[in-house]
T-cell receptor
């Protein structure tokens, strides 16, 4: 059974810093990996989708990498801003129709 | 365009009362649809998924059920709610490879 772990569980940094969020998964036979952002009391917003054949994806200040063989992904946030404060969730998709497996998330606070 | 709608946004229900949450999607035929629950400290848990009308797969034993009466409609139900059913319920689909989630329903059972 696939298990997804996110480290750290919480992170608080001053504005302007570059930071890295980590995600690991136990079964490397994934179809894709997706990073989401969740604001308090809200739904999930997709940030980046990486197919299993890809090594990384970029969107603005965000860059996500995937090392499928070692079961790891990182989300890099450059020049962090207070508006980046949220919970970041990593999720992997296996080959079947049975949805995503999520990590418990990293709660990020960017101090002004 | 491809959109997903979920309602209501919040719901407070007494123990033992019934539940019906609805999710509808637009833009793609015969989509795979999903219900997730997010409980405090437990992360997002897949409850049900459906690959077509009348086809429901359950991931965990529970007090809830799901139905898909139409191609683009997915309903989450309960006959009698328990306190442990409280949580944030999210509908999702994957029209283009990645997953898109609805805005969620915050259910509080009192």
């Amino acid at each position: 059974k696939q298990e997804v772990t996110q480290i750290p569980a919480a992170l608080s940094v001053p504005e302007g810093e570059n930071l890295v969020l980590n995600c690991s998964f136990t079964d490397s036979a994934i179809y894709n990996l997706q990073w989401f952002r969740q604001d308090p009391g809200k739904g999930l917003t997709s940030l980046l989708l990486i197919q299993s054949s890809q090594r990384e994806q970029t969107s603005g200040r965000l860059n996500a990498s995937l090392d499928k063989s070692s079961g790891r992904s990182t989300l890099y946030i450059a020049a962090s801003q207070p508006g980046d404060s949220a919970t970041y969730l990593c999720a992997v998709k296996g080959g079947g129709a049975d949805g995503l497996t999520f990590g418990k998330g990293t709660h990020l606070i960017i101090q002004p | 365009s491809q959109t997903i709608h979920q309602w209501p946004a919040t719901l407070v229900q007494p123990v033992g009362s019934p539940l019906s949450l609805e999710c509808t999607v637009e833009g793609t035929s015969n989509p795979n649809l999903y219900w997730y629950r997010q409980a405090a400290g437990r992360g997002l848990q897949l409850l049900f998924y459906s690959v077509g009308i009348g086809q429901i797969s359950s991931e965990v034993p529970q007090n809830l059920s799901a139905s898909r009466p139409q191609d683009r409609q997915f309903i989450l139900s309960s006959k009698k709610l328990l306190l442990s059913d409280s949580g944030f319920y999210l509908c999702a689909w994957s029209p283009g490879g990645g997953y898109t989630f609805g805005s969620g329903t915050r259910l509080t059972v009192v």
